[in-house]
């Protein structure tokens, strides 16, 4: 027996999205480490009387995966929750999960994304759009030019933006979105979209304009962005 990891989603924003086998997987771990964001999203099944509940920062996680997992036993079980699915815009976090518990101690648990609730909530299906994520610490430079080239074929996009409030510089909210696809060209009157925030919680809110509008307004960090260029297409289109 080795140390064993559970990496589960949970969410996006409220516990009814929360999965079976996430919520054994939470019942079966000794220690449990998550931003205070997640651990709320789990609050109601976890034990705080049997289980070592951390909760992290940004700046403390490495810190404490590493403390929490030099005083695991073999047998036991640590679990840390992601918002919406592990397996999209989490990779920074959960590639370093798999370096220190090694890659067949962990156990992937898939959730609900944030970006497969704004599809239901647009009907803007996730396999007709270009699906990306500006929420990323490296460069998107090259995701930039791709979202140019995927509004220019009239796809679809669903997006990440990516807010940083200690360097403004970096932040590529939807205000910066469309003033960088006007100044590229587009013809940002003409295309609609939709800003999701806060999806599947109290606080919900949907902004439903064309591109252009979006220049100068300001959305909470928890948002969605769907540009809009879908034609439905029934099975009644094709021979
Ligand atoms: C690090 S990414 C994680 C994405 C997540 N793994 C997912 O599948 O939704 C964080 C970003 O996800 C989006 N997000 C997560 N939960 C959300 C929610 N409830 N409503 C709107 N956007 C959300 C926001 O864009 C947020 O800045």
């Known amino acids: ?26 019942k079966k771990s000794q220690y449990i480490i998550g931003y205070k964001y997640t651990l709320n ?10 289980q070592k509940v951390y909760e992290v920062t940004m700046k403390n996680q490495e810190e404490m995966y590493q403390q929490v997992f030099k005083s695991m036993s073999d047998g036991e079980f640590c ?34 994304s944030s970006i497969q609730i704004a599809s239901s909530r647009s009907k803007v299906p996730l396999d007709k759009s270009y699906i990306v994520t500006f929420h990323v610490t490296g460069d998107i430079e090259i995701k930039k030019l791709e979202l140019i080239k995927a509004v220019i074929d009239g796809k679809s996009v669903i997006l990440l933006p990516r807010p940083w409030h200690t360097k403004p510089e970096k932040n590529f909210m939807p205000s910066e979105i469309a003033i960088f696809l006007r100044k590229n ?55």
């Open 79 to 112: 679990l840390v929750p992601f918002t919406g699915d592990v397996n999209f815009s989490e990779s920074e976090v959960v590639d370093r999960l798999l370096q220190i518990f090694g890659d067949e101690n962990v156990e992937i648990i898939p959730g609900i």
């Open 185 to 239: 060209g587009i013809d940002t009157s003409k295309i609609k979209v939709w800003v999701f925030e806060n999806l599947t919680t109290e606080k919900e809110t949907v902004f439903r304009s064309n591109i252009l509008d979006l220049e100068g307004k300001q959305f909470s960090d928890l948002s969605v962005m769907v540009i809009d260029q879908y034609k439905r297409q029934t099975y009644l289109d094709f021979d």
């Open 41 to 50: 999203a789990i609050e109601d099944v976890i034990d705080r009387n049997l």
């Open 1 to 26: 027996m080795t140390k064993g990891l559970f990496v589960i989603g949970v969410g996006p924003g409220s516990p009814v999205y929360l999965t079976d086998i996430a919520k054994n997987a939470v």
